[in-house]
């Protein structure tokens, strides 16, 4: 084991032991009315439990929310902020849509003296109050290593990563290439990049990178719908045999999928996403009191096949 994953490692236990679904105070007192929450594309199960865990949670305790989609376009968010700024919010919950012009809706958020907290994503430049998201370096290195693992520890493996420069795109790379390090008998033959994090995208890269490398043996898609998409163009290609394919988040299609264990889609690692929202509306409301919070709190996630994903199906943490 490198230096560096047991220094991650290290880390990561400190930030296990954080309250994640930690209780707020009593509804007496807690100093918030009302939540802005702005999420990069609802099409995408991982930022709708994110959602849910920030609505029931604050539906909960008497605080309402006002949600945004931005459909993947960041101009189209920073026009939604900037009218959440004239609506009375308390707190600011913000999921960036991309890399350009992230820092643009803290800006605005501070300069009206709310609460950002950050979800997934953390702004270059400009990060809020605290930032939370799924523990994304070990989690690839073990998704990744899995797959290695799978396909006997040698041979061709192609990566299609997320959004281009998001914290997501760019941690789960440093985690999966340590796992390729680790293996010299594997290649990195190829990397392409998506826009949305989608299946379709997951399929037509899927499908050109089989036609330029059809002797793979690895795929790893950065997050599950883009895993997914690339399953299909496998089995399309009638590769089924000789492809495995790791994704990430945990999404309830992806468990189900898992479950079932008949696609060459065969793990993932599931973030607790409801929980983070749950964390991210303590978080608001601790700095709205003036309380101190973690700059940087990190649930971890939970490296998932067929063997265990039906106890996430049953019940998303």
Known sequence: MTKTLKALLAATALAGMLPVAAAADDHAGIGIAKIGLAVPNLQADFFNQIKLGVENYATSLGIEVITVDAKGDTATQVSQVQDLMTQGIDAFIYIPAGAAAAAVPTRLARAEGIPVINVDREPDGE???TVIY??????????????????????????IHGQKGTTPEVQRFEGCKMAIDENPGVELVAQQWTQMWSPD???????????????IKMIFGQADAIAMGAAKAVEAADLADQIVVGGYDGDVAAL????????????????????MGVLAVNSAIAVAKGASVPARQIP??????????????????
């Open 127 to 129: 990060p809020g109050d």
């Open 300 to 317: 971890n996630a939970v490296l998932t096949d067929c063997e265990n994903a039906s106890v996430f199906v049953e019940k998303h943490p």
């Open 201 to 215: 995208e997951g399929f037509s890269i899927g499908q050109n990178m089989l036609q330029a490398h059809p002797d």
């Open 256 to 275: 189900e999928s898992l479950a079932r264990c008949d696609t060459p889609f065969v793990v993932t690692a599931t973030q607790s996403t409801q929980a």
């Open 134 to 159: 799924g523990e994304n370096v070990i989690s690839s290195y073990e998704v990744c290593s899995s797959i290695i693992e799978r396909a006997g520890g040698t041979g061709k493996m192609v990566i």
